[in-house]
């Protein structure tokens, strides 16, 4: 068993779930991880995805957790588990239209913008109301929108990193009572990395994305 996997499971409740972040990890690694069960592992560059997503199991649930491209979505449609980084409308009809071909719904999570950087994706209150009052939306049958991802400032602060995920779960719980008031499958909230998941957790998170202590440093 992998100490560092029984190290991060012992700190994450039953009710949170473990994505292991695999970017820029070997395929022995990452198996090493996968046979102590870990069963989701997440990468935010479809490229990577790609060239590792033949050399594992079948049985692995993958999650794009970075920015991704409309024309990188059929890439992905046919085996993607959870795509966290939607920001805009446009691509969730893309993923729309890319999952009807493959006969089959993807789960997806708008990714808000939480942090004080410029560099950060995501979307802002108004533009989450724009798309989440579209009219186009309740077309969109192969898609379902389960919840909501955020990453926080990189920052010391760790003030700075509480406030912001908190101010993710209240945009959550707002919508969740708006936009989703008769709806049980919006509950997810993607939030917390190595870094700052115990705040995450503490705030509300029911996802963790977590590489560097699973794995050790990146390069
Ligand atoms: C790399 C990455 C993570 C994991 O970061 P660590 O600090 O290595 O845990 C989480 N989320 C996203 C979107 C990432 O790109």
Request: a neutral charge; aromatic letters at 8%; one cysteine or more.
């Amino acid at each position: 068993m992998n100490q560092n996997v029984l190290k991060v499971l012992s700190e994450i409740p039953d009710d949170v779930k473990l994505i292991a972040v695999t970017k820029k990890r070997s395929v022995s690694e990452i198996l090493d991880v996968y046979h102590s069960g870990i069963k989701d592992f997440g990468e935010n560059r479809v490229q990577e995805l790609l060239q590792k997503q033949p050399l594992l199991p079948s049985d692995v649930k993958w999650h794009l957790i970075g920015h991704l491209q409309t024309n990188k979505v059929k890439y992905i449609a046919s085996f993607i588990h959870l795509i966290h980084s939607v920001d805009s409308l446009k691509l969730l009809l893309e993923i729309n239209n890319q999952a009807k071909r493959c006969n089959r719904t993807i789960d997806c999570l708008l990714q808000v913008y939480i942090a004080k950087e410029e560099t950060k994706f995501g979307l802002d209150t108004d533009e989450l109301d724009t798309i989440l009052s579209s009219s186009v939306l309740k077309d969109l049958q192969n898609i379902r929108i389960t919840g909501l991802m955020g990453m926080a400032t990189f920052s010391d602060d760790l003030n700075l990193i509480r406030s912001e995920f908190r101010s993710l779960k209240s945009i959550f719980n707002q919508i969740k009572s708006t936009y989703f008031i008769d709806n049980n499958y919006f509950t997810q909230i993607s939030m917390g990395m190595s870094s700052d998941y115990h705040i995450a957790i503490e705030e509300g998170s029911t996802i963790v994305r977590i590489g560097t202590a699973l794995f050790g440093k990146r390069d």
